[in-house]
């Protein structure tokens, strides 16, 4: 391969690598308080800061994002509680500090970066579709050849992004995402806590059902596994255990 590639780092740069996370929302389904999930962006984060990457946190709107409650290690829910990075990170003031105060997507320079990864949560879900400026550079990316990526619900970007010959991005690619069974699980947990009545689900729609009806290949590795993919330089990560996995593919194809 030619280091013309676009797909081929150069190893003598220092790379740099834009994490977005959704703002604050309200569920219309559940009508809970969502936002990001925190290992979908502490994981990748230490992961590129071991690499020697610069990374930068956006968010679609700026200023102050909030997380969901069961991602955070000290939630009364102790879902999150063995994640240690993610601890690590909130009681790390100038990386708290972050979260507290991203750069809008608006004034992300393509140019400046080798990479995007957008962060799931549940807010992407409900507040993607009307996210302009994120899916603007987010084909910006992949259409300069840059490393594209999003992870779990995150992929809810690739039910809304269309390349400028307006295909979507997702059509013919191979990708995951939050998969069915594991949005069957979710849904049967908040049944059985009466947390919702059975004819209501937690998400308005599902990222396999969807990125399938628009021609993706979807693929998924079974139940909470932490899995990634890569079809050229779109990669995908399935949930919020994958924010390892999927940060090693980036670093994979950019290089150190």
């Known amino acids: 391969m030619s280091l013309k590639d676009p797909n081929v780092s150069n190893p003598k740069s220092k790379k740099r ?16 308080p969502i ?18 990457y610069e990374v930068e946190i956006f968010s679609p709107d700026g200023g ?14 102790g879902y999150s509680k063995t994640d240690l990075i993610t601890q690590g990170f909130i009681h790390t003031p100038e990386l708290n500090a972050m979260v ?7 004034d992300l320079e393509v140019a400046r970066f080798d990479a995007i990864v957008v962060a799931g949560g549940q807010a992407p879900m409900f ?11 987010f084909v910006a990316f992949y259409e300069a050849g840059k490393v594209t990526c999003a992870l779990c619900h995150g992929t809810a970007v690739l039910a809304f992004a269309k390349l400028s010959n307006g295909d979507y991005l997702v059509k013919g690619k191979t990708v995951t995402g939050f998969a069915n069974v594991e949005e069957d699980f979710a849904d049967n947990a908040v049944w059985s806590y009466g947390m919702l009545p059975r004819d209501k689900h937690v998400m308005p729609w599902r990222i396999e059902d969807r990125l399938k009806e628009l021609g993706g290949n979807f693929v998924q590795a079974g139940l909470w596994r932490g899995f990634a993919v890569r079809d050229g330089n779109l990669i995908t990560g399935q949930q919020n255990f994958s924010g390892a996995d999927t940060a090693r593919l980036v670093i994979e194809t950019l290089g150190r």
């Open 17 to 32: 690598v834009a994490i977005v996370i959704a703002n604050p929302a309200v569920s219309t389904t559940t009508g809970w």
């Open 64 to 77: 102050k994002c909030d997380a969901d409650g069961m991602s955070d290690p000290n939630d009364a829910s």
């Open 100 to 106: 507290e105060n991203t750069r809008k997507v608006a």
């Open 127 to 137: 507040t993607y579709d009307k996210a302009s400026a994120l899916l603007n550079k």
């Open 35 to 52: 936002g990001f999930w925190w290992s979908e962006l502490t994981h990748p984060y230490l992961a590129f800061e071991e690499a020697g």
